[in-house]
């Protein structure tokens, strides 16, 4: 199991992540986050010209996929 390093502690009081802490908690690259992003599958917002993805934004996602699994 990975180890947080100094601040990468996973905050549950934050309301929005950066692209990393989002790609972190789905268990993906980086790059994979920012393509789910610009496919507009997983929620984001620009705050000046920074990328933010609301906190519940990647367990919606995940909700998301399982019932389409379910659905087909």
Same mark, same amino acid.
């Given at each position: 199991?990975?180890?947080? $390093? %100094?601040? &990468?502690?996973?905050?549950?009081?934050?309301? %929005? %992540?950066?692209? &990393?802490?989002?790609?972190?908690? %789905?268990? =993906?690259?980086?790059?994979?986050?920012? $393509?789910? =992003?610009?496919?507009?599958?997983? &929620?984001? =917002?620009? =705050?000046?010209?920074?990328? @933010?993805?609301?906190?519940?934004?990647?367990? &919606?996602?995940? !909700? @998301?996929?399982?019932?389409?699994?379910? !659905? !087909?």
């Amino acid at each position: 199991m990975d180890t947080p $390093q %100094l601040g &990468e502690v996973d905050d549950p009081t934050l309301v %929005l %992540l950066t692209v &990393e802490e989002a790609a972190r908690r %789905l268990r =993906i690259g980086r790059t994979t986050c920012y $393509q789910l =992003i610009r496919s507009g599958e997983l &929620e984001s =917002i620009p =705050i000046g010209s920074l990328r @933010r993805v609301p906190a519940d934004a990647p367990a &919606e996602y995940v !909700a @998301r996929r399982r019932a389409s699994r379910r !659905a !087909a």
